[in-house]
């Protein structure tokens, strides 16, 4: 161990080489630092809103989870003994999208994290390629690079990611006998951080590439359930079922706090995943109170009735921007999740916008965590999840007079 | 994608390396499994005994982590924004060992089966050594493979893991130049499978060989609170505290089904196991539950009396195994734990009794997936933890019927 100047030992001499990649920005980073401030408005992470969660039921799914005729969900083997939440989880997506609830097996995680980092483990050999939307979630290249991936991103535009660039590299990988990717990593429905949303016709396009090279799409839908409007396309899991793992979360509509998500994937994918754990399984305590609480409510309705909620402040932050956002700036128009996406003028560094904003009162995400490659020094990420209308209003506005502010100190030192 | 004779697609053809090694069995293959039948008695699985799960301060535990006040328990973050549950562990290990509180950092994980694959994360290049005594908890096996390590078993006698034994192999190692080894794990209170506890001397030992040959321990402590007597020695941590992580677990004197773990290790340390992590952080609410039920109680007094009734267990197991046992097997004599360590007459492969016990209404563990090594096969692992006196005494009479049976059977065919 070697002792630095200090005199204190430095023990990451001793650390293993992954733990030194830039592995992207580890979600926790960013969990709610800036908002203890009540003077910031924080549009930097994506929390759901706290009067979302659905705490009177929750009592109640709590209690009877702990009742002596349950008392098996305090036992080892609870995750794999009770079956109740992946049972709702299975039917679920086979009631929504006509498929067999025999379709598939599902695996329970420490929220859609953990679903990744299983999928990294279970498939990804040094030197392995993971091929991505980009910008995509930050979290998603911390968690491949950590299991030794080398990412390769893909541009986006208004009907998601560009298949046709996908193709036109697995062709060339074929011709030149160069290595496929293992894994696609994408988030079709409300894409974090874009917004944006993946057509039909590109699913299906991206599902036959992966069919016919023998990549696995890793097709995460954490925000799939907080749709604007009735029109959704299928699962990329309905065409492609034998090559596409799609993982899920509650984090989005109940609560971040259970740590809960799944993953539904052919059958022997999900015994290799289970494999991967360390922990036999996810706790079987939390995972009763989640079923018990599922069980008690209408949940198709609390996701309709908290999707408009979203509806209402994403219109809001949209209103907003058009009305405060100088010229050269511009941003998407998401149909659901937390985030809309906007593009300032080419010299504008967020990076260095970011403290001026916090000067105005307001704070975002900068583009650069979202990128394999270095660029988006010009995006930001904007969520509208956790504010009611009037404050996004506001941050709106105070976003507006930082960029105004910033955009003219710039041309002042140009000119001077 | 290959298709195999049945038509099925073989998925496992892209799976990593890793996912192929032969890795120790995982826990969850454990998970009471034969305990399902009522007329077989399971001495095979260390659960505790589920009358001891706290359930009536537990349901007031989880009502108040629901109200309002808690809510952010619910949120992203809750885990790092609430602090109550490391600093109750830090607390305890200052007050219980006369350290500084502030001497070291706590993180808390999902149970401590997610540590040692943090700490296998953050500290093992492929090929990095990984001491242990031999045998050793099968699950540490499987996470320290599944991370890479080469393992290395060292004997134990009735004073734990034989230091000496260690020290030798350090000395040639570092004449020979060869390669030391990056982590050394133990299990040094009634150590799983054995029962057997490393004495004070011992630590000691180890403590001044971590430091020497600057090695990091990983004291695995799953069973420290369950001692049957007063006197424990100190944990090695106290000893080489800038060399060793200290593991523990709420599963056995709480309930497993928390899947609640904590290390105590050197601050920087503790932040490199958090950056490895794939979620942002252990669950909050089940953290708040847990932080409020201990709290609520008065968490020694429980301790000392779940660790009297494992006492009377053990006590029952030890008496008809002197009473049933034939001549030729021997036993530990444990000081605390969940378990006895059987070695049967050498010949005898405890795999091959294994359906021999069943047919006789009893199960076990073999020793080999407690090995690195392909030894222990005339080894078993006892349970007491999870049936009263009465029925721990029949089940050692079954099995005691048994391996006369096995071995009366054995002469016969030796004879004839």
Known sequence: MIRSGTGNLDHSVVFAERS???????????????????????????????????????????????HADHVKALQYGGATGTRRLPNFIAARFARQWGTSAE????????????????????????????????????????????NGATLRGFPI???????????????????????????????????????????????EHLAR????????????DAYGELGFSGAVSPPIRTMAPENTLYVSTFSKTIAPGFRLGSVIAPEQIIQGLQSMKAEGGTGGLIQE????????????????SIAAMYHARCDAMIRAMASCMPEGCSWTMPKGGFFVWATLPEHVETAALWSCALRHGVSFVGGQ???????????????FSYYPPDQIEEGIFRLGSAVKAYLSDASRENAG
């Open 20 to 66: 030194k990649r830039k592995a992207g920005i580890s979600a926790f980073q960013f969990s709610g630092r800036s908002v203890e401030n009540d003077e910031i408005i924080s549009l930097n992470f994506g929390l759901p809103d706290e009067s979302l969660f659905q705490i009177p039921n929750l009592q109640e799914a709590c209690m009877r989870a702990l």
């Open 103 to 146: 379709h598939g097996a599902v695996l329970v995680t420490n929220g859609s994290s953990q679903a990744l980092d299983l999928i990294g483990r279970l498939f990804l050999d040094p030197g392995d390629e993971v091929w991505m939307e980009e910008p995509t979630y930050f979290g998603a290249i911390h968690i491949f690079t950590l």
């Open 157 to 203: 535009d208004h009907d998601g990611l560009i298949t046709d660039a996908v193709e036109e590299d697995l062709i060339h990988r074929k011709n030149s006998n160069a290595p496929m990717p293992k894994l696609l990593y994408t988030i079709p429905n409300y894409h974090n951080p874009t917004g944006l949303t993946m057509s039909g016709p590109r699913r």
């Open 209 to 220: 590439l992966a069919r016919e090279y023998g990549f696995y799409i890793v097709e995460d």
């Open 289 to 304: 109170m989640m079923a018990n609480l599922l069980e008690s409510m209408d949940y198709d309705h609390h996701v309709r």
């Open 369 to 383: 965590p979202f990128y394999v490659s270095e660029s988006g020094a010009n995006r930001m990420r904007l969520s």
